[in-house]
């Protein structure tokens, strides 16, 4: 199930992460990949000395942290350190599937995030290509916006034939792994909302809240 979610950072967020990157050091992004990854990986990556990569990291993760629509989405219980990626002209990511534990093993990928920070104007190409059990799936959004989806799926990042693709990309632990059980309670925290809204005090709608409680509760990893 992917979720893709308007505007999680601002314009004038978006432009202060890519002026305090614009002149930092970018480094070969096969540094980063796994071995069978760095087979097909062809982009850069910002480097550990870049002076506000930090500061840049900190903010990415607190936006989504403070993000209701993404919480109530992918129920995260950690969220790595995001990587901040740069495509220019003849870059691409191949076909690869996510490694399942991050940051030597402290994360474990249940959900891969895109946050875009290049507008679909700045680049020809490059778009996110997803593979699910209902086929590929082509993602380009405007800067700002993001793309969360299944890690186990196979993705790639197709060529860019012009201009520059900014992204963050990061890794979320889920409070609740199975992708199946995670869906399970989207769908029912979907109609919630939607009974809270419409029939607030009516019996349904508590017994929707009751269900999506019980479950979570069953289901969640503390």
């Known amino acids: ?47 550990a000395g870049a002076p506000d990569k930090k500061a840049v990291q900190v903010q990415i993760v607190a936006a989504l942290e403070g993000d209701e629509r993404f919480c109530r989405f992918a129920l995260p219980a950690k969220i790595n350190r995001p990587l901040i990626s740069r495509y220019r002209q003849g870059m691409e990511y191949g ?81 609740v792994r199975d992708p199946s059980r995670r869906e399970i309670l989207q769908d029912l925290d979907r109609a919630r909302a939607k009974l809270s809204k419409d029939a607030p005090g009516a019996e349904e709608t508590d017994r929707a809240h009751r269900a999506h409680a019980n479950l979570l509760r069953m289901w969640a990893e503390s």
């Open 95 to 175: 076909l690869h599937v996510d490694n399942a534990l991050m940051d030597k093993g402290a994360i474990r990928s249940d959900l891969s995030v895109t946050v875009f920070l290049s507008g679909p104007e700045e680049y020809e190409g490059g778009e996110l290509e997803i593979f699910s059990g209902y086929g590929p799936v082509k993602v380009k959004l405007p800067a700002g916006s993001v793309i969360v989806y299944p890690s186990s799926t196979l993705h790639r990042v197709l060529e860019v034939s012009d201009g520059e693709r900014l992204a963050a990309v990061t890794w979320v632990q889920s409070r």
């Open 1 to 47: 199930m992917l979720e893709a979610i308007p505007d999680l950072l601002t314009g004038d967020q978006v432009a202060s992460i890519r002026a305090s990157i614009r002149d930092a050091g970018f480094v070969d992004g096969r540094k980063t990949a796994g071995a069978r990854a760095a087979r097909v990986k062809r982009n850069e990556q910002l480097g």
